[in-house]
């Protein structure tokens, strides 16, 4: 699985766009990128996935560059409850094992 | 709410003892992932079940066992446990056997003492 570069925290303003990177340079073709978060102490829970084209869902957007190599996840209007660790994996579908979950990004959403 | 739930949400014990946490995935799912997190360290995998059959085995400590049952409930044995056990074990179920998308329940807290 390619390896993912995420910064280390982040802070967004209450009612914004929180906009997360991930940098997945060394992604090949059939891998795609999971975008998990954890809210403190909870059991982490999946946002979104995608292979090359955008994707939205109830929660957010994934943006997926053209040449795969970077993404961002867009949490469109954050909220508090938006506070978290988001975690970019990159896997291919189908593969055996685990997920395995880096640092990831802490977003801390303020009033 | 994810579907997944996980008991004891807490437990205390102390070192030497030997602890079960138990968890019950979705509806439907088949596959079973037990993860471990400490303060110290992310989200470590330790173990998955698919259909009660292991499938893929991670850091687990030779101390520390799961099964999975008929009823696709699972279980995570921890036994002669050290101060260093001490952590919030996750429990985490899919449909599929590859584990893309993958859903926690809320954890066990385990505090050895």
């Known amino acids: 699985d390619a390896k993912t570069t995420q910064p280390t925290s982040m802070d967004c303003a209450e009612g914004r766009a929180a906009n997360l990177p991930c940098n997945h340079s060394?992604?090949?073709?059939?891998?795609?990128v999971y975008w998990y978060r954890q809210i403190h102490s909870q059991g982490p829970q999946y946002i979104i996935h995608?292979?090359?084209n955008n994707e939205t869902n109830e929660m957010a957007s994934l943006i997926i560059t053209e040449d795969r190599k970077s993404s961002t996840l867009i949490l469109p209007h954050a909220t508090l409850r938006d506070t978290a660790v988001y975690y970019c994996?990159?896997?291919?579908?189908?593969?055996?094992?685990?997920?395995?979950f880096g640092k990831g990004t802490k977003l801390s959403v303020k009033p | 709410d994810s579907g997944v739930t996980q008991t004891p949400k807490h437990l205390i014990t102390a070192t030497g003892q030997r602890v079960t946490l138990r968890c019950s995935p979705r509806?439907?799912?088949?596959?079973v992932y037990w993860y471990q997190q400490s303060l110290d360290q992310g989200l470590q995998f330790l173990i998955q079940?698919?259909?009660?059959?292991?499938?893929a085995k991670g850091n687990i400590l030779e101390r520390f066992s799961a099964q999975q049952f008929p009823d696709l409930h699972s279980e995570l044995n921890l036994s002669s446990l050290e101060l260093g056990d001490s952590a919030l074990y996750f429990c985490a179920s899919s449909v599929e056997f590859s584990g893309n998308t993958i859903y926690f329940g809320e954890g066990s807290w385990l505090t050895v003492v």
């Open positions: 509806s439907g799912d088949l596959s």
């Open positions: 060394t992604i090949s073709g059939n891998e795609y």
């Open positions: 995608g292979l090359k």
């Open positions: 079940y698919y259909n009660g059959e292991e499938r």
């Open positions: 994996i990159v896997r291919r579908w189908g593969s055996q094992g685990n997920l395995i």
